[in-house]
T-cell receptor, first 109, second 114 residues
Framework: GQNIDQPTEMTATEGAIVQINCTYQTSGFNGLFWYQQHAGEAPTFLSYNVLDGLEEKGRFSSFLSRSKGYSYLLLKELQMKDSASYLCAVGDSNYQLIWGAGTKLIIKP | IAGITQAPTSQILAAGRRMTLRCTQDMRHNAMYWYRQDLGLGLRLIHYSNTAGTTGKGEVPDGYSVSRANTDDFPLTLASAVPSQTSVYFC?????????????FGAGSRLTVL
């Protein structure tokens, strides 16, 4: 079956760095996405990886290893507004997205 | 408006009643999707439409129907609501249905079936 695994919850301190991991097993692979979702709001797009390696976008970076079925989202210089859930999703062989349950990130002052 | 509009924002519904959740986008996106989001579970695809006039079943289509008469509108209908359909429903769209199809989501519709 198809499966996306990510930690349920993580806690980090304002100004620090946090890495959120995602492992996947899917039928086919057409890219890996990270979305941010604040409580009570809609998910918003953060990053897309289709080739192995690191994609950097400001304070956020995303890494992909297709051979290991693994990705991580790295958040630097954490701010209180980064408190949110982070959703990992993989495009399968039909280009449909398979979603993880999300990682709730709690930022403490 | 710019983006996706969903209505209603929230609704409490008696079991057995019929309900239509509305979704309209103004981005001229070809593909549209309906997801449900439940605590502890990932977003689950209910139905999708790759282009106006076509629809397809997602992971959890039972009890739901959709139509795509034009590019902008993609309503989701619950013919006879049951308590297990209590959830937050998100409509989303993307330019097309292949490759790096980044989704834009509506604000969600919270549905409670009693």
């Amino acid at each position: 079956g198809q499966n996306i695994d990510q930690p349920t919850e993580m806690t980090a301190t304002e100004g620090a760095i946090v890495q959120i991991n995602c492992t996947y097993q899917t039928s086919g692979f057409n890219g890996l996405f990270w979305y941010q979702q604040h409580a009570g709001e809609a998910p918003t797009f953060l990053s897309y990886n289709v080739l192995d390696g690191l994609e950097e976008k400001g304070r956020f970076s995303s890494f992909l290893s297709r051979s290991k079925g693994y990705s991580y989202l790295l958040l630097k210089e954490l701010q209180m507004k980064d408190s949110a859930s982070y959703l990992c999703a993989v495009g399968d062989s039909n280009y449909q997205l398979i979603w993880g349950a999300g990682t709730k990130l709690i930022i403490k002052p | 408006i710019a983006g996706i509009t969903q209505a209603p924002t929230s609704q409490i519904l008696a079991a057995g009643r019929r309900m239509t959740l509305r979704c309209t986008q103004d981005m001229r996106h070809n593909a549209m999707y309906w997801y449900r989001q439940d605590l502890g579970l990932g977003l689950r695809l209910i139905h999708y439409s790759n282009t106006a006039g076509t629809t397809g079943k997602g992971e959890v289509p039972d009890g739901y129907s959709v139509s795509r008469a034009n590019t902008d509108d993609f309503p989701l209908t619950l013919a006879s609501a049951v308590p297990s359909q209590t959830s937050v429903y998100f409509c989303a769209s993307s330019v097309d249905s292949s490759g790096a199809n980044v989704l834009t989501f509506g604000a969600g519709s919270r549905l409670t079936v009693l």
